[in-house]
């Protein structure tokens, strides 16, 4: 009889490692623990095993592979932090440039309507064109190639690290 609580006790315990023993197994678990030594030591050695194989996936075991799964997740999402956003900075150098091309076009054929809306000189209109719209969008699309050599460099470097 004695022996039949400690095997059933010992099942809580294995149950629970994987996540799935109940609030009330866990419980009557906890109270045994306390005064059974032997379990006691069947639960440590239980979870020093796990601990052990800690990063292994077991098909038998969804609760751990999840887990697993989830350090996984967590470990690409870190590695793609630590990566500069190189799709984004091209995302930015093409529409740098288009706004380059468009503000150009802009400047060309807007200047006229432009200025007759703010009731300014063609000139003027087409000089206040160029200072906030192409200067500014030239200048990031000279820049984005600084900012991805930078990138590239600061890439590598923490690619040594890990
Ligand atoms: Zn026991």
């Known amino acids: 009889m004695q022996t039949d609580l400690h095997d059933a006790m010992r ?3 294995d149950s629970s490692l994987v996540g799935e023993a109940s609030a009330q197994e866990q419980q009557e678990l906890r109270k045994h623990l306390l005064e ?3 379990c006691q030591t069947y639960a440590s050695d239980s979870r ?7 990063g292994f996936s077991f098909a038998a075991d969804p609760g751990l592979q999840a887990k697993v799964h989830a350090a996984l997740d967590l470990r690409i999402q870190q590695l793609q932090a630590a990566q500069p956003n190189r799709q ?5 150098s093409i529409a740098a440039i ?7 076009f802009a400047a060309l054929h807007l200047g006229d309507p432009l200025a007759t809306l703010l009731h300014l000189p063609v000139a ?8 906030f ?12 190639p600084v900012l ?3 990138s590239a460099r600061s890439a590598n470097r923490k690619g040594q690290i890990i």
């Not at 984004?88 to 930015?92: F, L, Y």
């Not at 288009?98 to 150009?104: P, R």
């Not at 003027?124 to 200072?131: E, H, I, S, W, Y």
């Open 11 to 13: 099942h809580i315990i």
């Open 36 to 38: 059974c030594a032997a």
């Open 48 to 54: 020093r095993a796990i601990v052990g194989l800690n």
């Open 88 to 92: 984004r900075i091209v995302q930015v």
């Open 98 to 104: 288009l706004l380059t091309i468009v503000g150009s």
């Open 124 to 131: 003027q209109a087409q000089a206040g064109l160029f200072t």
């Open 133 to 144: 719209w192409i200067a500014p969008s030239w200048c990031l699309a000279l820049l984005v």
């Open 148 to 150: 991805l050599l930078v």
